[in-house]
């Protein structure tokens, strides 16, 4: 990581300490590869872990509160984190640590990864249907779509000449199709649903990083896992749905492949504009987006569009 380790701050181990009732005798910088993410994993003297995490702004430690306290327990003991203090003065959480390793990291039979993945629907599927969406934040879901094709746009434009003529294509066919009104369950969402979040020890699996949770489109929770473990694996994505407990209706589908698109744009825009890709990630990406060219972009869409908020359902 760039800068190397990043030193906990005095004051937040003090509030680690006061909220744990105990000292902590070990700390290891758990941080992300980027300068906003901020980290910790923190061990008492009897070996009980914990990671503490000051998110980026009052707006991301504000969700990811709201996750914690009233989505994250619906998935049941030992599948996520669980919130032990927070501090809004400070931007903290203090949550516990979970065994197993990253499913991105691990060596797994075919039928382990089935399995593994069948696991990871089903934990989706309950995160989906916990709680009733507040008023206030009903407007946001509704756009999330809309918002994925702002998002994809501008970074479209900033570099489009990192594009050939037919990604470009395909890229903007996409932001069109996004910016309909789509008749698609609206839910609570993870935001960041991908192998490296969960979290496998022995014939169990949980769900980690809820930083990016909110209410939005259920589909969004299926794009990273699309773009990357499922692509080539059929039946890592039939074993992840029969978890999850239903398949995708047409515009369902037919969005993903949107978000897909619109996810590649931003990763391989990121990676032109920072030089710090993630390895293999623009090779995998422009796979992508060739596999799409090659079945014929996304010109041709289901018929059943709803014009205004209508028809949006809500998963409960």
Same mark, same amino acid.
């Given at each position: 990581m760039s800068g190397g380790p990043k030193a !906990?701050?005095? @004051?937040? !181990?003090?509030?680690a300490e006061a909220?744990? /009732? $105990?000292?902590?005798?070990a700390v290891h910088d758990a941080s992300a590869a980027r300068p906003s993410s901020r980290v910790w994993e923190l061990a008492r003297p009897d070996g009980t872990r914990y990671f503490l995490k000051c998110p980026a702004g009052a707006e991301r430690y504000a969700r990811e509160t709201f996750a914690y306290r009233h989505a994250v327990p619906a998935l049941g003991p030992g599948c996520a984190p669980r919130l032990l203090a927070s501090d809004a003065t400070l931007l903290a959480l203090l949550v516990t640590a979970l065994p197993g390793a990253s499913l991105a990291s691990l060596r797994l039979?075919?039928?382990g990864e089935r399995e593994a993945h069948r696991r990871a629907g089903a934990l989706l599927s309950r995160l989906h249907a916990a709680g009733r969406m507040p008023r206030d934040m009903r407007p946001a879901a509704e756009a999330s779509l809309?918002?994925? #094709?702002?998002?994809?746009? =501008?970074? !479209?434009?900033? &570099? +489009?000449?990192?594009?050939?003529?037919?990604?470009?294509?395909l890229a903007r066919q996409a932001v069109r199709q996004l910016r309909r009104s789509w008749q698609v369950p609206l839910c609570f969402t993870h935001g960041d649903a991908r192998a490296r979040n969960l979290l496998c020890a022995g014939r169990h699996t949980a769900l980690v990083d809820f930083g990016q949770a909110r209410f939005a489109a259920a589909v969004h929770d299926f794009v990273l896992l699309s773009t990357d473990a499922w #692509? +080539?694996?059929?039946? !890592?994505? #039939?074993a992840f749905f029969a978890g999850y407990g239903r398949e995708l209706g047409a515009e369902e589908r037919h969005v993903l492949r949107c978000l897909a698109v619109a996810d590649t744009v931003g990763r391989l825009a990121r990676g032109a @504009? @920072?030089?710090? $890709?993630?390895? +293999? $990630?623009e090779a995998r990406g422009r796979? /992508?987006?060739?596999?799409?060219? #090659?079945? /014929?972009?996304?010109?041709? &869409?289901?018929?059943?569009?709803?014009? +205004? =908020?209508?028809?949006r359902k809500q998963l409960r």
């Open positions: !906990l701050p005095d @004051s937040l !181990l003090a509030w909220s744990l /009732g $105990a000292p902590v005798l039979t075919p039928a809309r918002t994925a #094709a702002e998002t994809a746009e =501008e970074h !479209l434009r900033r &570099a +489009g000449d990192h594009f050939t003529r037919d990604e470009r294509r #692509a +080539g694996r059929p039946d !890592l994505r #039939a @504009s @920072s030089g710090e $890709a993630e390895a +293999g $990630a796979l /992508g987006l060739q596999r799409l060219l #090659a079945e /014929g972009g996304l010109e041709s &869409a289901p018929l059943h569009l709803v014009h +205004g =908020e209508r028809g």
